[in-house]
């Protein structure tokens, strides 16, 4: 097993889109764009609910299911689980 660790630093907006360009320009396989985006919800739902099974009064955000996305990119189809947040101050989902 051979284990690469690299890092990009993503200057503009952080979306789905800005994420896939900045990938492909340094040539990234579609594997490492999925581990990249998991990677990139874990610690992005981390920072906003806790974590998982977390029951706090102070929380401002639960996670309520998952949908599956696709992302076409340059180097084909990305499929992954895309985690749901609501607000539980206003009932919005993220």
Known sequence: ?????TEVEI????SLANIS???NAI???KEILKLAILKLQN????????PRYLR???RKFK???STNRTLSTKH???GFKLTKVRCLDNGSIM
Do not use: A, F, T, W
Request: glycine residues 10%.
């Open 1 to 5: 097993m051979v284990s690469i660790q």
């Open 11 to 14: 200057q503009s907006d952080l």
């Open 21 to 23: 360009r900045e990938l």
């Open 27 to 29: 040539n990234i396989p």
């Open 56 to 58: 706090s009064h102070d």
């Open 76 to 78: 084909g189809k990305v």
């Open 63 to 65: 996670r309520v299911g």
């Open 43 to 50: 610690e992005l739902l981390l920072s906003l609910c806790g």
